[in-house]
């Protein structure tokens, strides 16, 4: 079991769903953004375990690629969760609603 | 030879060119020099006779027929139109014309243009109008020969409005334009029409066609409309164009209006070359009107009906360049006359003639309006001889000639053309002789009346008249000059002359044969007496308007008081301008306005737009409620958009 790569795939699945739940259950503009994190990462796993199954060093090489996007993401993100709050004091996301046609 | 004929038009365009790039400087406040505009002016078409000259000269050695190819301009389908160029003894006939009485009037208008501003601007449409001229004259086909009856139509618009800035003359020359295109839609379909029938526009090619066996039998054949075979559609709708362009019924009212333009420029393009391209085009085209005389008929009646109608209105016109303007209308109606016989070089032969004389008549009123101050009503004239003698001899001279008087020119080419329609041998014949024969009484009349109110009598103005200066009287003479003599080039054989111009354009006239071979010594005693019975209209005409303008200047008045409702009818130009309005301006206004601006659109095409938009704006509020600008909403729907894909994929 311990070598089987489809245990990695439910991780990531469940990694998937907890994120994707996070996301649309939270109100926390911090915690969206955690759960975004979230679910990126189980895509990444799942290409590792993908990789893995294939024996494709491609999927390696990719891995890198997405955790160096993501740190690079999450350094944008986390900046501009900082400055909403410095402006609104607050990070409900049900009050950042401008946008509503 | 070929490179000569090219020059021609090609020195036209640069002298405009050039004298168009001088506008353009001193618009941008630069000085320029009135000289150095003038002698670029002067030397294109002096240049351009020249090589008239010398292509004239060359024609026989080069079997009457000189041709140049610039390059293929159209080439679509079967189509293939060259801009090329060719001249023939007809060609050369017009060429001079244009280039050698265009120059004098060229060096007529620097004297004439010198108060002006806008001279460069002036001198610019002018070479441009010569050379737009000599292109319509030289086309190869009817093509390029439109592009020539298209630039003159505008360089004509132009100059009738060069005093812009008077909406009334601005409104004359967009008259003349918008009355030209109504006949330019005829040609057009002509042109059409032609292309279609014979699958040329060439006129070599057009010919060749018209008398082949196959050629002929199509032309003659029914058009399928009212009967008439396809030469007559052709034929009637290209004099349709021609009715425009000269001025003939039912659209000379443009050419009066067309006054408001200077003077020169009535002298140029509004006498003696522009309104004379029906003529030539009708010329041009002989050999397709022999084979329709129902079209030939319609040219002479309503040639014949228009060189008589616009002889009356003439009588009663007070402004001198009005008097002339209705009798180039009737002169042009005299040379359609000739050319609608079939005997084109009769035709031709008057667009010579008329030149020359009318040239000098209208140079000579320019005179005596600058010389008076812009005055053009000849009530306010008189006693001028004594102040003008060059400019009184030289439009007396043009006068006479144009009256009849033998041996001056207008004499030999109006008998010429009266007895060509005399013996036509058709109803329509007789009916363009009369008319003709009518209307060389009131030439006579009308023309002596305005020598007489100018030059005879006292004084009557305000102005202090004075002689014009040396290049305005000496241009003047010389085409007065030339009325008097060129009339001996078309001697007829009766008179003991060769007939030299005849003879020169017999090769392109398809039956040059004289009609005295067919009808004997009776129709040289016909030839005898009418030639004699026109002397006496025109002497009788002469004598009328010295006894009603000098004996007895009190009777002109007496006449018109006992018929007011008549001479009113006559004066207002029997009112054809108020019935075109009420009949054709105003419908077309409303009908532009109710049903193109209302129905159209505004109605049809503003309501498809604001409908399309109206459309959009409905579907954006609907879909606006899905953007409610909740990050979680969004979310949720593209997570429930992924999970179908999913389930698509797999199900």
């Known amino acids: 079991m311990a070598n089987d790569p489809k245990a990695y795939l439910v991780v990531s699945v469940l990694l998937f769903a907890i994120g994707m739940a996070g996301f649309l259950i939270r109100k926390n503009l911090l915690i969206v953004f955690l759960s975004v994190e979230l679910m990126l990462n189980a895509g990444a796993l799942a290409i590792l375990v993908f990789a893995r199954l294939y024996g494709d060093t491609d999927g390696h090489v990719f891995f890198f690629l997405i955790l160096a996007l993501a740190a690079a993401e999450s350094a944008v993100g986390l900046s501009m969760v900082i400055a909403l709050y410095r402006l609104r004091h607050k990070l409900d996301t049900d009050d950042l609603v401008e946008l509503r046609g | 030879m070929g490179t000569a004929l090219s020059l021609i038009p090609l020195a036209l365009l640069a002298g405009a060119a050039l004298n168009g790039f001088f506008s353009l400087w001193s618009a941008r406040g630069r000085s320029v020099s009135r000289t150095l505009v003038h002698v670029v002016a002067c030397a294109a078409p002096l240049f351009a006779f020249a090589m008239a000259i010398q292509v004239w000269r060359g024609l026989g050695e080069a079997g009457g027929r000189i041709t140049t190819q610039w390059f293929e301009w159209i080439a679509v389908g079967d189509l293939r139109i060259g801009l090329d160029l060719t001249a023939d003894a007809l060609t050369c006939v017009m060429l001079l014309v244009i280039t050698g009485i265009g120059s004098l009037i060229h060096i007529y208008s620097t004297a004439y243009m010198h108060e002006e501003e806008g001279f460069a601007r002036y001198f610019s449409a002018l070479n441009l109008f010569t050379f737009f001229m000599t292109i319509l004259v030289l086309g190869k086909n009817l093509a390029v020969l439109f592009v020539g009856w298209e630039g003159v139509g505008l360089c004509s618009y132009l100059l009738i409005g060069y005093w812009w800035k008077d909406s009334e003359k601005a ?22 029409l032609l292309w279609r029938t014979a699958g040329t526009l060439d006129f070599a090619g057009i010919q060749a066609y018209a008398t082949s066996e196959a050629g002929r039998a199509t032309l003659l054949g029914p058009s399928g409309i009212l009967g008439a075979s396809v030469a007559t559609l052709i034929g009637l709708l290209l004099f349709w164009g021609a009715t425009g362009k000269s001025a003939q019924i039912p659209l000379y009212v443009w050419l009066p209006d067309a006054m408001a333009g200077p003077t020169p420029v009535s002298a140029l393009i509004h006498a003696a070359t522009m309104v004379t391209a029906g003529v030539y085009m009708v010329a041009r085209l002989n050999f397709l009107y022999a084979l329709s005389p129902v079209a030939q008929g319609t040219i002479m009646v309503v040639a014949g009906v228009t060189s008589l109608f616009a002889g009356v209105m003439a009588l009663a016109q007070t402004d001198i360049k009005k008097v002339l303007a209705y009798s180039t209308i009737s002169q042009i109606g005299y040379m359609m006359l000739g050319v609608g016989t079939g005997y084109v070089a009769a035709g031709m032969f008057h667009v010579v003639t008329h030149a020359f004389f009318k040239a000098a008549l209208f140079l000579g009123s320019g005179s005596v309006i600058h010389a008076c101050h812009h005055e053009q009503d000849m009530r306010h004239m008189g006693g001028l001889r004594k102040k003008m003698p060059w400019t009184c001899a030289a439009m007396t001279l043009s006068a006479a000639a144009m009256a009849g008087v033998p041996p ?86 009766i008179l003991g002359g060769h007939d030299i111009f005849g003879h020169y354009l017999a090769p392109i006239i398809p039956d040059f044969a004289q009609p005295h071979a067919a009808h004997g010594e009776h129709a040289i005693a016909v030839e005898w007496s009418l030639m004699a019975w026109s002397v006496v209209m025109g002497l009788a005409g002469i004598s009328a308007a010295w006894w009603a303008y000098v004996k007895k200047p009190e009777l002109p008045g007496r006449v018109t008081a006992k018929i007011p409702k008549l001479h009113a009818l006559v004066r207002d130009k029997f009112r054809v301008d108020e019935a075109y309005t009420a009949t054709v301006v105003r419908p077309t206004e409303s009908l532009a306005r109710q049903v193109v601006l209302r129905g159209v659109d505004q109605g049809l095409i503003e ?29 949720g729907i593209m997570i429930l958009g992924a999970l179908l894909l999913l389930l698509s994929v797999l199900g």
């Open chain 2, 408 to 493: 001056l020119s207008g004499f030999f080419s109006k008998d010429e053309i009266l007895w060509r329609a005399f013996s036509h041998g058709t109803m329509a014949g007789k009916i363009g002789w009369l008319c003709g024969f009518l209307g060389a009484l009131l030439t006579a009349f009308y023309m002596f009346r305005l020598i007489f109110m100018t030059f005879g009598g006292s004084y009557r103005g305000h102005a202090h008249p004075h002689e014009v200066p040396k290049p305005m009287w000496m241009t003047q003479g010389a085409l007065a000059l030339g009325a008097a003599i060129v009339g001996f080039l078309g001697v007829p054989h």
């Open chain 2, 607 to 635: 309501g498809i737009v604001n409908g399309l938009g109206s459309v959009a704006r409905l579907l954006g509020r609907v879909l606006s409620f899905g953007q409610t600008g909740l990050l979680r909403g969004y979310v």
């Open chain 2, 171 to 192: 409104t004359a020359g967009m008259k003349a334009f918008v009355v030209n295109r109504v006949g330019d839609f005829g040609f057009l379909i002509a042109l059409f």
